[in-house]
């Protein structure tokens, strides 16, 4: 009983983090697709055109987190899911270049045009909560930094 009354007077918060689903997407692409620019292999692009937003920074989480933990909690509370990823979305191939212009490599695309469509998770209604999505190229670049301090 007293769970049920913490339950009804706290809010539900659940965050899903960046994901990309698509044809040849697995949740390793990004170090994959890094260590092929590093070691001069070819990365496949499948639909280099498609939009990639899949990516966060650690400072962008916990500032979200710290405020969600200060609204007011709701009368009755609903269980809601925010998903997290940046802006703008960034085209893939660019996407790709930009992490071998950080490592001053150009990388040897391979690619492949497929009717597959990818998905990408919206962030709009984590924003409506106060999240501040970071820049995807500046989140990608931070994620860069933190796989060189890594080695």
Aim: proline share 7%; net charge negative; aromatic share 10%.
């Amino acid at each position: 009983m007293e769970l049920l009354s913490y339950s009804q007077s706290k809010s539900i918060f659940n965050l899903r983090f960046p994901v990309i689903l698509c044809k040849g997407a697995h949740r390793a692409w990004l170090p994959n697709v890094l260590r092929k620019i590093l070691s001069d292999e070819v990365v496949t692009l499948i639909n280099p055109e498609s939009l990639y937003s899949a990516c966060t920074t650690i400072d962008s989480i916990y500032d979200f987190c710290n405020h969600l933990i200060s609204l007011e909690p709701k009368a009755n509370p609903q269980p809601t899911l925010f998903c997290l990823g940046s802006i703008p979305d960034l085209v893939l191939r660019d996407m790709v270049s930009l992490m071998g212009n950080f490592y001053g490599k150009t990388p040897l695309l391979n690619e492949i045009h497929d009717s597959s469509k990818c998905v990408f998770i919206d962030s709009s209604l984590a924003r409506e909560y106060g999240y501040r999505p970071p820049n995807t190229s500046q989140a990608i670049e931070y994620w860069l930094r933190q796989e060189i301090s890594s080695d």
